[in-house]
C-alpha cells in the first residue's frame, strides 16, 4: 500500500524484515501438500499409481499457469503462474529420494547466483512503479519468469522442492516439530545477524551503502543466498509451530475458521486483490496513507475472510476457485 514512512520508519524496517516470508511459506507448504498428496503412491512403489498422481499435478500445474497469466492484468505481482511452473517441476521429481530433492534445490539455488552474475537482474524494472517493461514480448515473459521476475523459477522452485522433502519428516512426532522449529529458528537469527553485520562492516569501509544493501539484504528481490536460507528457517518454523498448534488443539471450536480459510486460500488470495484492495482504490485508500491504515485495512480483510470461510464451507465442500480447478483438471 506504499506507507508512508514518517514515524512509523521503526515499524517499516519490522515489516521489510518479513517482507517475502509469507509466499515462501506458502510455496515450502504446497511442496509439503505435493509429498501429502503422493505419499501413498510413492511408497506403494506403484508405478501407474505414481503416473496417475503426477498427471493429475500436471494439470493442476496448467490451470494455475493459465489462471495467473489472465490474473496478471489485475495484479502484476501474480505468483499463480510461477506455482504452475513449480508444481511442474515437482510432479517431475515425485520419484526422487529426499537427498535428490536437496541436492536439485540446492541447483537451482545456486542456478540463480551464476545467472545473476551473468545478466543484469534490474533489466526491464521500473523500480519506482514496479512496471515490468516488455512483460508481454516472448524474451521478457521467460526473462520475467525465470530469473528476475517477482517470484522467479530460479530460486523459488527450490522451495516447493525443499517442502517436498519436509512433508517426508514425520512431523507428528513432538521432537522432530521441535528440531524442525528450532533449527528453523536458530538458522534464520543466525543468518539476520550475519547479514546484518557484513552489511555494517562493508558500509564501513566505504562500499556504497545502496550497494552492499542490495547485494547483501535478506529480501526477496533479488533472492540471493541470505534471504533464500533465511526464507527457508523462518517457514520451517513457522511450519512446525503451526503443526504443534494443529495438534494440541485439533478438536477445539476456535481452530476450524482458520481450516477453512486453508481450505479456501485459492480464492482468497484472488479475493484480497480484486475485492480487498478493490475496494481501498475505489475509496481512495489504496496508497500513500499511514501504517495504521495499512494495517486496520489488512486486518479487517482476514477478519472478513475468515468469516467468509467458515460460512461457506459450512454449505459447500470446496471454495469457488477450488471448484473451478477440481472441474478444470477432472480432479477426484
Known amino acids: 500500500m506504499h506507507t508512508n514512512s514518517g514515524n512509523d520508519a521503526w515499524w517499516l524496517s519490522i515489516f521489510n524484515l518479513l517482507d517475502g516470508r509469507a509466499s515462501a511459506v506458502f510455496v515450502i507448504l504446497a511442496g509439503v501438500g505435493i509429498t501429502l498428496l503422493t505419499q501413498s503412491a510413492r511408497l506403494s512403489g506403484n508405478q501407474m499409481q505414481l503416473q496417475q498422481e503426477k498427471r493429475a499435478l500436471l494439470k493442476r500445474a496448467v490451470f494455475l499457469f493459465a489462471i495467473g497469466l489472465l490474473y496478471i492484468e489485475i495484479w502484476p505481482a501474480d505468483i499463480l503462474h510461477y506455482y504452475g511452473i513449480y508444481i511442474a517441476i515437482g510432479a517431475l521429481l515425485l520419484a526422487a529420494s529426499t537427498r535428490q530433492l536437496l541436492w536439485v534445490a540446492g541447483g537451482i539455488a545456486a542456478g540463480f547466483l551464476i545467472i ?5 537482474y534490474t533489466t526491464s524494472w521500473n523500480w519506482a512503479t514496479l512496471n515490468y517493461a516488455d512483460l508481454w514480448s516472448l524474451k521478457g515473459f521467460f526473462r520475467n519468469l525465470l530469473f528476475n521476475g517477482f ?3 530460479f530460486p523459488w522452485a527450490a522451495f516447493l522442492i525443499v517442502g517436498m522433502a519436509l512433508g517426508r519428516l514425520p512431523m507428528n512426532n513432538a521432537s522432530i516439530r521441535k528440531r524442525v522449529f528450532l533449527s528453523g529458528l536458530i538458522g534464520t537469527l543466525l543468518i539476520e545477524t550475519f547479514a546484518f553485520c557484513l ?3 562493508l558500509t564501513n569501509k566505504g562500499y556504497a551503502p545502496e550497494l552492499i544493501n542490495y547485494l547483501f539484504s535478506t529480501t526477496p ?3 540471493l543466498p541470505l534471504y533464500f536460507l ?3 528457517g523462518s517457514s520451517c518454523a513457522v511450519i512446525a509451530l503451526s ?3 494443529g495438534e494440541k488443539h485439533h478438536d477445539s471450536l476456535w481452530l476450524r475458521p482458520l481450516i477453512y480459510v486453508g481450505q479456501l486460500s485459492l480464492t482468497l488470495y484472488v479475493a484480497h486483490v480484486v475485492v480487498g ?3 481501498l482504490e475505489a475509496l481512495g485508500l489504496l496508497a500513500n496513507h499511514s501504517l495504521l491504515v495499512s494495517m486496520g485495512s489488512a486486518l479487517i480483510f482476514c477478519v472478513v475472510a475468515i468469516i467468509f470461510a467458515y460460512f461457506w464451507r459450512i454449505r459447500f465442500k470446496l471454495g469457488p476457485l477450488e471448484w ?4 478444470a483438471t477432472f480432479s477426484s
Open 116 to 120: 545473476f552474475f551473468i545478466l543484469d
Open 151 to 153: 517470484h522467479p523459477v
Open 199 to 201: 552489511r555494517v562492516a
Open 221 to 223: 528481490m533479488p533472492p
Open 230 to 232: 533465511s526464507a527457508i
Open 243 to 245: 503443526v504443534q498448534v
Open 277 to 279: 484492495m478493490g475496494l
Open 324 to 327: 473451478l480447478m477440481r472441474k
